[in-house]
């Protein structure tokens, strides 16, 4: 499970980050199916917060992380998420936070908030396990909300292939003000067909 947040200054015990800059990700892990929660390891304590994990294998886990500058980095473990490396910056300021879904082809898809214009939700597609992502060929999904107050997509892929995608947005040129949940559905073609493949 994600945890982010500010580190107490008077916690005494682990984790003991050397330096601790800003808020802290970590990652928690349950043996008796969520009744407890404990072994915490570190991602990051350099300003992340808002984070999404997606395991691969069972070793090897992404996680695309919120900066405190508004962008998204991504960070890799390949022990199971003790150790970390990273960031490999992802997007730009006011672009965030991002969520990972690994489609049925094997490319890996993120989805992050986009309160720049087009301000909505834009997504873009790694094709080598998440080593190297494609920014120059993003994808919008929803561009028409009325201001930044919007995003937090979640993503999902059905059995029959298609995408799901859930965000918020404050408005938008068709609602006005009001605050929507908005349901994207697309295939993995239509995305492709899209990004101009």
């Given at each position: 499970?994600?945890?982010?947040?500010?580190?107490?200054?008077?916690?005494?015990?682990?984790?003991?980050?050397?330096?601790?800059?800003?808020?802290?990700?970590?990652?928690?892990?349950?043996?008796?199916?969520?009744?407890?929660?404990?072994?915490?390891?570190?991602?990051s304590g350099?300003?992340?917060?808002?984070?999404?994990?997606?395991?691969?294998?069972?070793?090897?886990?992404?996680?695309?992380?919120?900066t405190g500058?508004?962008?998204?980095?991504?960070?890799?473990?390949?022990?199971?998420?003790?150790?970390?490396?990273?960031?490999?910056?992802?997007?730009?300021?006011?672009?965030?936070?991002?969520?990972?879904?690994?489609?049925?082809?094997?490319?890996?898809?993120?989805?992050?908030?986009?309160?720049?214009?087009?301000?909505?939700?834009?997504?873009?597609?790694?094709?080598?396990?998440?080593?190297?992502?494609?920014?120059?060929?993003?994808?919008?999904?929803?561009?028409?909300?009325?201001?930044?107050?919007?995003?937090?997509?979640?993503?999902?892929?059905?059995?029959?292939?298609?995408?799901?995608?859930?965000?918020?947005?404050?408005?938008?040129?068709?609602?006005?003000?009001?605050?929507?949940?908005?349901?994207?559905?697309?295939?993995?073609?239509?995305?492709?067909?899209?990004?101009?493949?």
């Amino acid at each position: 499970m994600s945890m982010y947040g500010i580190r107490d200054p008077d916690w005494e015990g682990a984790p003991e980050p050397a330096e601790v800059t800003g808020d802290i990700v970590g990652l928690v892990r349950s043996k008796d199916h969520g009744a407890t929660w404990t072994d915490f390891s570190l991602v990051s304590g350099k300003s992340q917060n808002e984070t999404t994990f997606l395991p691969l294998d069972d070793r090897r886990i992404l996680a695309a992380s919120r900066t405190g500058a508004g962008s998204v980095t991504l960070f890799e473990s390949l022990d199971g998420g003790y150790m970390w490396q990273g960031p490999l910056p992802l997007t730009q300021g006011s672009q965030h936070p991002a969520d990972l879904v690994r489609l049925q082809s094997g490319r890996i898809l993120l989805v992050h908030g986009n309160r720049r214009a087009p301000i909505g939700v834009c997504s873009m597609v790694s094709e080598d396990e998440g080593k190297t992502w494609r920014y120059d060929d993003r994808v919008m999904l929803a561009w028409d909300s009325n201001n930044g107050d919007c995003g937090y997509p979640s993503l999902v892929q059905l059995d029959d292939g298609t995408i799901v995608m859930l965000y918020y947005s404050v408005g938008t040129a068709q609602f006005g003000g009001d605050e929507l949940c908005v349901c994207v559905r697309f295939t993995e073609q239509q995305w492709l067909d899209a990004m101009g493949r």
